[in-house]
């Protein structure tokens, strides 16, 4: 096991913290994925987690 002291770690782009319905609105995920994302990670959630856990459909015309 490694320890990590808080002001050596890098703070990347992964690590910002959003919050869901944001994420939300702004990938134009349907109210379903929105909740399903709210009941996994709750109000906030880290960039990487949202990204990975995301799932939406296609876009066809």
Not at 7 to 25: E, H, Q
Not at 27 to 54: T, V
């Amino acid at each position: 096991m490694q320890r990590v002291e808080p002001n050596c770690a890098d703070t990347g782009s992964t690590t910002r913290v959003w919050s869901v319905k944001d994420f939300a609105k702004r990938n134009r995920l349907d109210e379903g994925e929105e909740a399903r994302l709210l009941q996994l990670f709750g109000a906030f959630a880290s960039a990487s987690e949202l990204l990975h856990n995301a799932t939406r459909e296609p876009r066809w015309r």
